[in-house]
C-alpha cells in the first residue's frame, strides 16, 4: 500500500515542483516584503555578483574543453565554449541534465561526438560536482548547524553508506564476470595520466564553486553585512548544494527554501533570505542570456576552425562504446538506492539512477532527431509499441483534464514519468547494443552483485544494531533502499529471471554452479525476508519454470534453496537466543530480527475495495477509460487516503478502458512470441538465455502485477531495454560513420 504522505510530489514534473516550492516561500516570506528589498540592493554588489558568474560560466566553458580533450576528442576552444553555452541556455527550458546534453550537442554533432559520448561526459561531470560540492555542504553545515544537525541528515539519507555499497558491489560484479573490454577499460581508467586529469576537472569544478559561493555571499553581506564571513560561506555552501539537487529546473523553489532554513540560522530575516536567493537566480539567468546570445548567433563560419585538431587519439567507436558502458551500468549500479527528501508540499522520491537515466534518455533521443537513427530492437515494431504507449498515456491524460482537471499524479507520475522509464529502457539499450550478446549478461551480473550486497548489508546492520552499534535503525519491513517491501521484491526477482535464465552458461565453468547457488541462495532469502506474498508467490513459479522448464541449471537451484534455507534458519535461531537474552533493541519488531510480517486483513480488503471501484470506473467509460488520475483524485474519498489500483490490468482497464487492454495485450503477444521459443529445444545457443529470461521476466511481472500496480517500476524497464536491444547495431552506426 503507498503511504499517502508520499504521493502529493513523489513524480511531480520539476517545473511544477519549482512552481509550488517558490509560491510556498513566497507566501511564507511576504512577497510584498521581498518586492521592498528588492531596490535597497546595492549596484555595486549586484555588480560583482554579475562579475563571478560570468567568471564562473565562461570557466565551466574551459572545463568542459578539458574534460573533451581528456576523452581523447580535440575541438578547438571556439566550439568548445559555443558547446557549453548553449546547453546552459538549454537548461534554461528544461531540465539541467537534459537541456545541458540536448543543447551541446547541437553545437558538437558536426565532430563526430555522438551523443551517448556527450552524455557520458555530462555525467563524468555532474559526479565529480556532487562530490565536490557535497563535501562543501557536509563542511559548511556541520561549522553552521552542529555536528547533531548534519549526523540526523546521514541517518535519514545515508549517502556514505551508499557510496560504500555502490563500490562494494562494481567489485562483486566485476569479480563475477569481467570482461576483456571493462579490464582494458579499468586499466586505462586508472591510469597515472588519467587520475592526474581527474585532479584537473576537479581544481576547476573546486574553482568554479569558489566563484558561485562568492556571490551568494556578497548577496548576504549586501543585506546583512554584520554577517560573519565563515558563517556566510557556510550558509552558501549548503544552499547551493541543495539548488544543485535534480529536483526542479534551475534550482528555483529548492535554493529559495534551503536559503530561508540556512540564513534563517544566521538571524536573517525570510523575505531576506528569499530576497538573496532571487537575485542570484536572476543574475545567473541574465549572465547566461547575454553571453549565449551573443554567442550564438554568429554561424559558426565566423570561427576560426583547425579541422586537423579534432582528429582523436581513440576511434569513433571506441570512444563511443565506452561512454555508453560507462553510463549504462552507473544506472545498474545505483538503481537500487532511493531515499525520500521531506519537503512542505510531501515527500520527494528520489533515485540515484534517475540522472543517468535521463542523459541515456538524451542520447539515445538525440540519435533518433540528428542522426535520423532510431533504436534497433529485436522484436520487429517494438518502437511504434512503445509510440502507441505514449499516445495512450497522452489520450487517458487529455480525458481525465476534461473529467477533473490537470492532476500532479496524472501529469508528474504517470505521463512524465513515462519519460523517465523511457530513459531506463535506454540505458539498458545502451548497454546491449555496445557490448553484443555479453550485454544482457553483464547487466545481469552488474545487478546481481548489487542486490546481494544490498541485502547482505540489510541483515548486517540489523545484527549490529540489536548489539547496540550506532547504525542507522533498521526500517519494520526488510525493505532494502527501496522504501517499499514489495517494491524491493520485485527488483529481486529481476535479478532472480537474469540470475536463473544464464545459470546454464555459468554451469559450464569452474565453479559456476557454486557460485549461482550462493548468489541465488541471498536473494531468494531477501525475497522471504521482504514478507511480500506477491514476491514469493512469483518466485516459486519463476523457480519451477527454470528448473522444469529447461530454462536454468537444476543443480544451481536445488543449491539456492538450501542456501536460503540455511540463511533464514540461522538468522531466525539467532534471532530466538537474543530474544531469550533480552539483547535484542525495543527499535527492530520483537517477532523477528529480519522477518517482515505478512499484510494483514486490512491490506486485502482495501485490495479488494479498489478492484472493485476499477471495475465501476471501466463500466462508465468501456472503451476509452475513466481517464488518467481519476481514480487517485477520488480515492481520498473513497478511502480516507491516497491510494493506487492494487493490479496493473485494472489500472489500465479502469483509466484506459479496451483501447488501453488492447494495447498492453498486443504488447504483452508480441513479446511472449518472441521469448516463447526458449522453452523450447535442448541445446544452449547465443540467444535462448536472452529469451528465456525475457519468458521468466513476462511471467514474473504478469503473476506481480495482479495483485499490485508494477509497470512503473524501473528496474523492469532496464532489463527489458537490454534483453531486447538488437547487438551490433553501434558496430552498423560506427561504420556508417567511416569507421
Known amino acids: 500500500m503507498i503511504k499517502p504522505h508520499s504521493l502529493p510530489i513523489r513524480y511531480t514534473p520539476k517545473f511544477v515542483v519549482a512552481v509550488i516550492l517558490l509560491t510556498l516561500v513566497l507566501w511564507l516570506s511576504g512577497a510584498e516584503a521581498i518586492v521592498a528589498r528588492l531596490p535597497q ?70 565532430f563526430d561526438v555522438s551523443p551517448e559520448v556527450n552524455a557520458s561526459l555530462a555525467g563524468y561531470e555532474r559526479v565529480l560536482l556532487a562530490i565536490i560540492s557535497g563535501t562543501l555542504a557536509f563542511l559548511g553545515g556541520g561549522y553552521l548547524l552542529g555536528q547533531h544537525m548534519v549526523a540526523s541528515f546521514f541517518q535519514m539519507i545515508p549517502l556514505l553508506e551508499i557510496v560504500l555499497l555502490v563500490l562494494a558491489g562494481v567489485v562483486l560484479s566485476l569479480w563475477m564476470g569481467r570482461s576483456r573490454f571493462e579490464a582494458s577499460l579499468s586499466k586505462r581508467v586508472l591510469t597515472s595520466p588519467n587520475l592526474s586529469r581527474v585532479a584537473w576537472i576537479v581544481v576547476l569544478i573546486t574553482a568554479g564553486q569558489a566563484l558561485i559561493l562568492g556571490s551568494f555571499v556578497l548577496a548576504i553581506l549586501a543585506l546583512r553585512p554584520e554577517t560573519p564571513l565563515l558563517s556566510s560561506f557556510a550558509a552558501a555552501a549548503l544552499i547551493s548544494f541543495a539548488a544543485s539537487l535534480p529536483i526542479t529546473i ?136 512503445l509510440l502507441l504507449f505514449s499516445v495512450l498515456l497522452l489520450i487517458g491524460f487529455i480525458v481525465g483534464w476534461l473529467q477533473i482537471g490537470v492532476t500532479q ?94 545459470s546454464r552458461v555459468y554451469a559450464y565453468r569452474t565453479g559456476g554452479v557454486l557460485r549461482v547457488a550462493l548468489l541465488l541462495g541471498v536473494v531468494l532469502a531477501g525475497l522471504v525476508w521482504s514478507g511480500s506474498r506477491a514476491g514469493m508467490l512469483a518466485g516459486i513459479i519463476l523457480l519451477l519454470m527454470g528448473g522444469l522448464g529447461g530454462m536454468a541449471s537444476r543443480r544451481s537451484i ?26 535484542t533493541q525495543s527499535g527492530v519488531i520483537q517477532s523477528s530480527l529480519m522477518q517482515s510480517a505478512l499484510s494483514g486483513e486490512f491490506s486485502n480488503q482495501e485490495r479488494v475495495a479498489t478492484w472493485m471501484r476499477a471495475f465501476e470506473l471501466w463500466r462508465q467509460s468501456p472503451f476509452i477509460g475513466a ?46 512470441r518472441f521469448a516463447l521459443p526458449a522453452a523450447s529445444g535442448r541445446t544452449l545457443d547465443r540467444v535462448r538465455p536472452t529469451r528465456a529470461a525475457l519468458l521468466l521476466l513476462l511471467a514474473m511481472f504478469a503473476i506481480f502485477s495482479l495483485f499490485h500496480e508494477m509497470l512503473y517500476q524501473r528496474i523492469l524497464w532496464l532489463v527489458l531495454g537490454a534483453l531486447l536491444a538488437r547487438s551490433g547495431a553501434a558496430v552498423t552506426q560506427g561504420r556508417q560513420c567511416g569507421q
Open 250 to 385: 534551475g534550482g528555483w523553489g529548492v535554493r529559495e527554501l534551503a536559503a530561508v532554513f540556512v540564513l534563517g540560522k544566521l538571524g536573517i530575516s525570510a523575505a531576506d533570505a528569499v530576497t538573496i536567493s532571487i537575485v542570484i537566480g536572476l543574475c545567473a539567468t541574465v549572465v547566461i542570456l547575454v553571453f549565449t546570445s551573443f554567442v550564438l548567433r554568429k554561424p559558426m563560419t565566423q570561427f576560426p576552425l583547425d579541422l586537423e585538431s579534432t582528429v582523436k587519439t581513440h576511434s569513433v567507436l571506441e570512444i563511443e562504446r565506452a561512454s555508453a558502458w560507462l553510463l549504462g551500468m552507473a544506472v545498474a549500479v545505483t538503481i537500487f538506492f532511493q531515499f525520500h527528501v521531506e519537503l512542505p508540499s510531501g515527500v520527494l522520491n528520489l533515485n540515484l539512477a534517475d540522472p543517468f537515466a535521463i542523459l541515456a534518455l538524451a542520447a539515445v533521443s538525440l540519435h533518433v532527431l540528428m542522426l535520423r537513427q532510431p533504436p534497433k530492437w529485436r522484436i520487429a515494431g517494438f518502437n511504434r509499441i
Open 627 to 672: 481517464g488518467l488520475g481519476i481514480f487517485m483524485a477520488e480515492s481520498p474519498a473513497q478511502f480516507g487516503h491516497p491510494t493506487v489500483i492494487h493490479s496493473t490490468p485494472l489500472w489500465i482497464l479502469a483509466e484506459f478502458g479496451l483501447l488501453g487492454l488492447a494495447v498492453m495485450g498486443w504488447t504483452g503477444w508480441k513479446l511472449l
Open 558 to 583: 536445488v543449491g539456492a534453496l538450501l542456501m536460503a534455507c540455511l540463511m533464514w534458519g540461522g538468522f531466525w535461531l539467532m534471532q530466538s537466543g537474543l530474544t531469550q537474552s533480552g539483547l
Open 409 to 502: 499524479w496524472a501529469l508528474g507520475g504517470r505521463l512524465l514519468g513515462w519519460l523517465v522509464l523511457l530513459g531506463y529502457l535506454s540505458a539498458g539499450y545502451l548497454i546491449a547494443v555496445h557490448a553484443g550478446s555479453r550485454g544482457a549478461r553483464r547487466l545481469g551480473e552488474t545487478l546481481t552483485a548489487t542486490a546481494v550486497i544490498v541485502v547482505l548489508w540489510q541483515v548486517v546492520s540489523r545484527v549490529l544494531y540489536t548489539q547496540g552499534w550506532e547504525v542507522a535503525i533498521p526500517t519494520p519491513n526488510f525493505e532494502g533502499y527501496s522504501g517499499n517491501r514489495n517494491a524491493f521484491a520485485f527488483q529481486l526477482l529481476a535479478v532472480m529471471t537474469l540470475l536463473l535464465a544464464y
Open 41 to 110: 540592493f546595492p549596484l555595486v554588489n549586484l555588480g560583482l555578483i554579475l562579475l563571478l558568474l560570468t567568471a564562473n560560466l565562461w570557466l565551466v566553458a574551459f572545463r568542459f574543453w578539458r574534460v573533451l580533450a581528456h576523452f581523447a576528442i580535440r575541438v578547438p576552444w571556439a566550439v568548445a565554449s559555443r558547446a557549453s553555452l548553449a546547453g546552459h541556455a538549454a537548461g534554461l527550458v528544461m531540465t539541467s541534465l537534459f537541456g545541458q546534453v540536448a543543447g551541446r550537442q547541437a553545437v558538437l554533432r558536426d
